[in-house]
Structures are given as structure tokens and as C-alpha cells.
């Protein structure tokens, strides 16, 4: 049980710290492309493609993954010493 409890607790954390970013960074793409296609009406539709897109989302999903990975493997489960309990926290090198 111990081992189920920590995989879904960084599973969770992943989850939740790297769609945040990932939102956050989509709009920025959203607000970039939304700029050029006003500012720059005819460089934009050599600038911007299809392809070019995807490369952009994935490439924001691969960061957000990462930073999601990495907080993710921070969080464990485990004993206290004076206690039986099972606790959600941080993990410390001590």
C-alpha cells in the first residue's frame, strides 16, 4: 500500500505542476502568434505553419513535463518516527 500511495502522490503532483504551466505557456503562444498575424500580417503567414505549430506545442509540453517531473520526484510518502501515520511531504536529504 505504502508503494501505491507514493506513485499516486507524484503522479498527482506531476499532474498539477505541469498543466499550470503548460496553460500559461500555450496563451503566450496564442498571444505571440496573435501579435505577429496583427503587427506583421505578411511575414507571419511565412513565419507561422502547421508544422511549426506542433513544434511549438511539444516543445512547451516537453518543458512543462520536465518542470513537472521534477517537482514530482520531491513529493513521497512516508512513516514519522514518533507516529504510524502515513504523511504526504518533501522528501529532505537528511
Not at 499516486?8 to 505541469?18: D, G, M, P, R, V
Request: aromatic share 10%.
Amino acid at each position: 500500500m505504502l508503494q501505491m500511495s507514493l506513485s499516486l502522490s507524484q503522479i498527482y503532483q506531476f499532474l498539477i505542476t505541469s498543466n499550470i504551466p503548460f496553460s500559461a505557456l500555450i496563451m503566450v503562444a496564442i498571444a505571440v502568434d496573435r501579435y505577429l498575424c496583427i503587427c506583421h500580417p505578411w511575414r507571419s503567414a511565412e513565419l507561422m505553419n502547421q508544422s511549426r505549430a506542433k513544434l511549438v506545442v511539444l516543445t512547451l509540453a516537453a518543458f512543462s513535463a520536465a518542470i513537472g517531473v521534477c517537482v514530482a520526484l520531491m513529493y513521497g510518502v512516508f512513516r514519522l518516527k514518533s507516529r504510524s501515520r502515513f504523511v504526504l511531504g518533501i522528501r529532505t536529504a537528511s
